[in-house]
């Protein structure tokens, strides 16, 4: 499946995504929130996690892609976070640093 505005893609993660992801993941300011950034062992750990939430649960977090470059800018989608003892249903994001001012803006 594959989902299109006018700027964007959007499509489920894909092992070729390892770098573009590797580049939000272990930038110090996109990461404020996780408190730490990734090693590129835990980029692989999180790519397969986010590959098997989509096989599993139907859904999970896909690649925005620019489609003026064809670059993976960030990612996006639903996700099950555990909260108060119970799975819970949220929309998750995280985008490269700047993306959205210098790219997007027209």
Do not use: P
């Not at 992801?21 to 300011?29: A, F, G, P, T």
């Not at 939430?53 to 670059?71: S, Y």
Request: with cysteine.
């Amino acid at each position: 499946m594959l989902i299109l505005t006018d700027r964007l893609s959007l499509r489920e993660l894909e092992q070729s995504d390892f770098r573009a992801l590797s580049l939000i993941l272990q930038d110090e300011d996109v990461m404020t929130a996780y408190e730490k950034t990734f090693s590129d062992e835990e980029v692989q750990v999180w790519l397969d996690k986010q590959l098997e939430r989509c096989r599993k649960d139907g859904f999970g977090l896909w690649a925005v892609i620019l489609k003026e470059t064809g670059e993976m800018i960030g990612q996006c989608g639903l996700t099950l976070q555990e909260y108060n003892g119970a799975d819970m249903l949220e929309i998750g994001y995280l985008f490269q640093k700047g993306i959205l001012a210098s790219r997007i803006r027209h």
